[in-house]
């Protein structure tokens, strides 16, 4: 089948929901790498990060 035909008969939409699960997916991978990061900070470090302001 063409892509022509394809997207005559309008069944595009499994692309776009492929393209959102994906973004979701990513986004919540980098989500926990950075929470992962912030985790990783001593206690003290964020104290004495509060004290300088």
Do not use: K, N
């Amino acid at each position: 089948m063409s892509s022509s035909c394809c997207r005559a008969s309008g069944c595009g939409w499994e692309l776009r929901a492929a393209a959102i699960a994906l973004g979701l997916y990513f986004g919540a991978y980098c989500t926990e790498i950075v929470r992962a990061g912030l985790d990783a900070i001593p206690g003290s470090q964020v104290e004495a990060g509060q004290c300088l302001g």
